[in-house]
């Protein structure tokens, strides 16, 4: 079984602060996926990484793939209130693309 | 995942009833993966189906649980004589093809009294 471990699992922070997720497992996977959940709906795709050691960056969020993709981090910069949700990382594998989910870290962004 | 459908998004049953839950994929899209999610933890895969295939059930429990996509219509995840513990929020994603990005939907959220 795959497991994907995040931590924190909780993070409650101010406004302009900076942070970082991280995402971690003893699986190799073909790509990684991050997520944000917001209460009440499903997740939404941040980005996807599939190269090792690739780095994305999407306005102040950071991603970065291990070099032996297994392990992945979201950094966010400047956190802001709007920045609030869960965050989730999926790994996928084989040809379908299974993908096996995070345990999630929630986070609070306080103005 | 503006696209993906599903219904009812809010769906109460008691003990012993049966639950049905639907998933219209996005246009286009004719695979779709359904999964379960308990209030504050990740989501666990369930099952992946094709049209008219179902080709992986993994996650799916062996009792009580059925998943099945039509050549038309949506998809839908059928839970019998559902317990308290089923009690959770039901998500379902299309993708276009094998390896695809998934896009959710907004998920039916299943209690069960």
């Known amino acids: 079984t795959q497991l994907l471990e995040q931590s924190p699992q909780f993070l409650s922070i101010q406004e302009g602060e900076n942070l970082t997720v991280y995402c971690n497992s003893s699986?190799?996977?073909?790509?990684l996926q991050w997520y944000r959940q917001e209460p009440g709906e499903g997740p939404v795709l941040l980005v996807t990484?599939?190269?090792?050691?690739e780095v994305k960056k999407l306005k102040r969020l950071t991603f970065q793939f291990g070099d032996a993709r297994k392990d992945s981090s979201l950094h966010i910069t400047a956190a802001q209130p709007g920045d609030t949700g869960l965050y989730l990382c999926a790994g996928a594998t084989g040809g379908y693309q299974k993908v096996t989910f995070g345990t999630g870290t929630k986070l609070q962004v306080i103005p | 995942n503006a696209g993906v459908m599903q219904n009812p998004r809010h769906l109460v049953r008691r003990r012993g009833q049966e639950a049905r839950l639907r998933c219209s994929p996005m246009?286009?899209?004719?695979?779709v993966y359904w999964y379960r999610q308990l209030p504050e933890e990740g989501l666990k895969f369930m099952v992946y189906?094709?049209?008219?295939?179902?080709?992986?059930e993994s996650g799916m429990p062996k009792e009580r649980f059925s998943a099945e996509f039509p050549k038309e219509g949506p998809s839908i995840l059928r839970i019998q004589q559902v317990v308290r513990g089923d009690s959770a929020a039901y998500f379902c994603a299309s993708v276009k093809g094998l390896g695809d990005t998934q896009y959710f939907g907004p998920g039916t959220r299943l209690t069960v009294l």
């Open positions: 990484v599939v190269t090792g050691g």
């Open positions: 246009k286009g899209h004719s695979h």
């Open positions: 699986s190799v996977f073909s790509s």
């Open positions: 189906l094709q049209k008219e295939n179902i080709i992986d």
